[in-house]
């Protein structure tokens, strides 16, 4: 059967302000590892992983490895859902700098 998705910690994401910018929970420092770019690497390793196994999956059902159509739809679901989400953080970054680039100062 095929792996769940499993982002890594976007906790992460708060870092980009600086160590001692907001509160954390206790322990959360030690799980916080990386930047916000190691973390966007990642995820975006993780969605090229995704479609990748698709793709196989897809290959094995082609040509007859594989007899089960519901573990392919499965990875194709969530190639998809994952390079969805992918994008709506794209757009989502993108609305901030066009927001940020049209502030006066």
């Known amino acids: 059967?095929?792996?769940?998705?499993?982002?890594?910690?976007l906790s992460n994401v708060g870092r980009i302000a600086?160590?001692?910018?907001g509160p954390?929970?206790?322990g959360q420092a030690d799980k916080a590892s990386g930047s916000f770019s190691e973390?966007?690497?990642q995820s975006l390793e993780?969605?090229?992983?995704?479609?990748d196994e698709a793709a196989a999956s897809t290959n094995r059902l082609l040509t007859g490895e594989t007899t089960n159509p519901d573990e392919v739809f499965?990875?194709?679901r969530k190639a998809d859902v994952a390079f969805d989400l992918l994008m709506e953080m794209r757009n989502k970054?993108?609305?901030a700098?066009?927001?940020?680039k049209e502030m006066r100062v």
Do not use: H
């Not at 059967?1 to 910690?9: C, S, V």
């Open 1 to 9: 059967m095929a792996e769940p998705i499993q982002f890594q910690n």
């Open 18 to 21: 600086g160590p001692g910018a």
């Open 24 to 26: 954390s929970a206790p």
């Open 39 to 41: 973390t966007l690497i």
């Open 46 to 51: 993780q969605v090229k992983r995704l479609q």
């Open 74 to 76: 499965s990875a194709i």
């Open 93 to 95: 970054l993108l609305d």
């Open 97 to 100: 700098y066009r927001e940020l």
